[in-house]
């Protein structure tokens, strides 16, 4: 059976979002490619090898979470084929794709989980427009998405080329028919925790030092234990500079210079419309991670090309302003 290297690790989704937002105001100077560079540092997921002098985990242990009459242990916590699910009662029965894969094909659930609802690194497919997760799929699986970085987008690339037609349509109405139920608070701050990659996601450092948060989302497990564990219902906390939301709130409604505002595509207060993508509620690292993904010029399939001309007139401040309004919005 194969295993996350490390417990807890995720990879990106194939429900990536699409974003109508505001560009630079006219005659500002563009992005500089060192700001967006920048950026990645705290848009891309990441898990860094593990310390070869640290113990081994005792695989045999039996884990519990809170709310659950369920058990695991640590060995079955980390299975790519036979995720965890601790609350089955959130859901629909899963096809046998999103429970347990098929071979080469991992389980679904094993990075968005038995709800779909995902973590940081990966998006939450609840909700999402049944053919819009089609178009995802099929650019990651023809290259024209997840072709270079970050790595957790290579890992869904090679997912996609393994799902045959039939998983990946059960797959997509399971996710598509789901409710989405937003997990992640968001906090404006002008300083944030020091944090640390572990397992795809940011972690606190645990001696408590605080950091200007600069032009930056910070988001973290509210419960580390919880998300280590995989429990679904983990929630986050997501640390926005101070006056982004409402910096968000003007460019989603009104625009700013050539672009048109976010609404004008993704509706009224972001529910989304049509094939569309819903914004509302969903991760602003993760929406922050597209927007830089569709500048960069790595999503290429033909539905992309509007967010690449919208991405590419966007300051990284622009960014982080308008995932923090749609992340702090209800859907």
Known sequence: MKRHVFPGSLIVAAGGLALCTS????????????????????????????????????LSKAVHVAGSTRSYTRGE???????????????????RI??????????????????GEGAPATA????????????????????????????????????????????????VAYFSSLAFRPRTRVVET????????RDYVLMTNRNGAREPIGARIIV?????????????????????????????AIIAAKGVGAVLPCESCHGTSLQGVGNIPPLAGRSPV???????????????????????????RLSVGDMIAVAAYAASRRP
Request: proline letters at 11%.
């Open 23 to 58: 560009a630079l105001a006219a005659g500002q100077a563009p992005v500089s490619g060192a700001a967006i560079h920048a950026a990645e540092a705290w848009a891309f997921p990441v898990s860094p090898t593990a310390d070869p002098k640290a113990a081994a985990p005792d």
């Open 77 to 95: 916590i980390s299975l790519l084929d036979s995720p965890p699910d601790w609350f089955p009662q959130d859901h629909p029965p899963m096809p």
């Open 98 to 115: 999103v429970a347990h894969g098929r071979k080469p094909a991992w389980a679904c659930a094993a990075c968005h989980l038995p709800d």
């Open 124 to 171: 939450a497919l609840t909700g999402l427009p049944r053919a819009y997760i089609l178009e995802q799929l099929a650019a990651f699986r023809h290259g024209l998405r997840g072709a270079s970085r970050p790595r957790t987008t290579r890992d869904m690339a090679h997912e996609a080329r393994n799902l045959d037609s039939a998983d990946m349509q059960q797959a």
């Open 190 to 197: 002008a300083t944030v925790p020091k944090t640390h990659w």
């Open 220 to 248: 973290t497990p509210a419960d580390v234990g919880d998300y280590e564990d995989r429990d679904a219902r983990t929630e986050y906390v997501a640390y926005v500079p101070p006056g982004s939301i409402a910096r968000g």
């Open 286 to 312: 993760y929406i922050a991670r597209e927007l830089i993904l569709f500048r960069t010029g790595e999503r290429t399939n033909r539905g992309a090309a509007p967010m690449r001309l919208e991405a590419s």
